[in-house]
């Protein structure tokens, strides 16, 4: 998961975009272990669209993701829906469609018994598709959401090259819940904590605590702890009240920590019509 979802909420799940005719890009990169042969890898391009003065909107995911001998390329299609009950108070409703391609690279393997049979060289793909459902509450200040990746899916299957069978694996059906609230210190600059929670079937939850600073909508500044993984510093600028930018740095705090090595983060986004969402 992006350490950046504060600043490109699409992320927390596809009842977070578009709205009031915004329309926005945005290009993301991380790279953890940078260094390390087949380090992780992933970059996302994030897109929404809102029809001006309609209360839904598109979302548009294109990710490249890339781990040791792995790789997943794919695109996500978005559909949100907003129900306005005051001036205050909305309600987010949305509905993901993905089609992911897996690949398994045997050929990148390094290992000692090069003659074993379960290790023939072959670089296979394998199609799969998922869908996604996500839910938020806007109440003034206020931000919840709660999405579930994966609602459905099929398994990714590939084949034993060695006996002819074939192997499949389940994709795990997982629930993240979010939580923020900004609060005003003047005119110009606001703090908005956020907690992040994650979980999924037979896997302990994990926990993000968030503080986010803004001066003038000009100027940011992030500080995060992801519960047994890492310490993330973050800061960016929006220039001409059309482009963001912003980096974060990752320092872990498991036991990778001793190599001195995290993960680097970068983005920029795109306002190409008003509602630029932050």
């Known amino acids: ?27 993301l990169h991380r790279i953890q272990f940078q260094g390390f042969e087949g380090a992780p890898s992933t970059t996302v391009v994030l897109g929404e669209f809102s029809p001006e003065g309609k209360n839904y909107g598109f979302g548009l995911q294109l990710y490249s993701d890339s781990r040791g001998i792995t790789t997943n390329n794919g695109a996500q299609l978005n559909y949100a829906y907003k129900v306005k009950f005051s001036e205050d108070f909305n309600l987010g409703l949305g509905l993901g469609f993905a089609l992911d391609q897996w690949g398994f690279d045997n050929t990148r393997r390094v290992v000692e018994a090069i003659n074993d049979p379960s290790l023939i060289n072959t670089n296979q793909r394998s199609t799969s598709m998922r869908a996604d459902f996500g839910t938020h509450i806007e109440y003034k200040k206020l931000f919840v959401s709660l999405s579930v990746p994966t609602t459905l899916s099929n398994d990714i299957k590939f084949d034993n ?79 001409r009240d059309k482009v963001k930018v912003g980096y974060s740095y990752d320092l872990g705090v498991n036991g990778y920590s001793k190599y001195g090595i995290g993960a680097h983060e970068r983005f920029v986004g795109f306002r190409i019509n008003k509602g630029y969402s932050e």
Do not use: C, H, W
Request: charged share 15%; aromatic share 10%.
């Open 1 to 27: 998961l992006f350490s950046s979802y504060t600043n490109n909420p699409m992320l927390l799940g596809p009842s977070v975009i578009g709205g009031e005719g915004a329309s926005n890009v945005a290009l």
């Open 161 to 239: 090259a060695a006996n002819n069978q074939e192997l499949s694996s389940g994709q795990l059906r997982q629930f993240m819940g979010f939580v923020s609230y900004e609060l005003g210190v003047n005119d110009k600059v606001s703090l908005t904590p956020s907690v992040l929670l994650r979980m999924a079937n037979n896997i302990k939850p994990q926990y993000d605590i968030n503080l986010k600073l803004d001066y003038d909508d000009k100027v940011f500044a992030t500080v995060s702890y992801r519960q047994g993984y890492a310490l993330s510093l973050g800061g960016g600028l929006t220039l």
